[in-house]
Nanobody, 116 residues
Framework: QVHLVESGGGLVQAGGSLKLSCTVS????????MAWYRQAPGKQRELVAR???????DYGGSVKGRFTISRDNAKNTVYLQMNSLKPEDTAVYSC??????????WGQGTQVTVSS
């Protein structure tokens, strides 16, 4: 059985940094996309960042230049380094993985709270 195990969320002051990690527990064959999404209260879920096989990256507009996504294929882990955090970054951040056959997996989510 596959689980996505997230860690690194928490409370931070505006301007601070956090690093999220998501590790695949179990086996997912031929991972294509690893990504982070977030959902703030009363808002729709939005893409934060994704990294494809070959390490091509894509970011949501509001985080460009502040967040960096990376992956360690040997560890089946994806990271999200978040710098210059703003109160509007407060949300539940969820890990997402998709394989080459479009099978999707979601993590449980980790809370990130940025105080002003």
């Amino acid at each position: 059985q596959v689980h996505l195990v997230e860690s690194g969320g928490g409370l931070v002051q505006a301007g601070g940094s956090l690093k999220l990690s998501c590790t695949v527990s179990g086996t997912i064959n031929s991972i294509h996309t690893m990504a982070w999404y977030r959902q703030a209260p009363g808002k729709q879920r939005e893409l934060v960042a994704r990294i494809l096989s070959g390490d091509m990256t894509d970011y949501g507009g509001s985080v460009k230049g502040r967040f960096t996504i990376s992956r360690d294929n040997a560890k089946n882990t994806v990271y999200l380094q978040m710098n210059s955090l703003k109160p509007e970054d407060t949300a539940v951040y969820s890990c997402y993985v998709k394989n080459y056959w479009s099978r999707e997996y979601w993590g449980q989510g980790t809370q990130v709270t940025v105080s002003s």
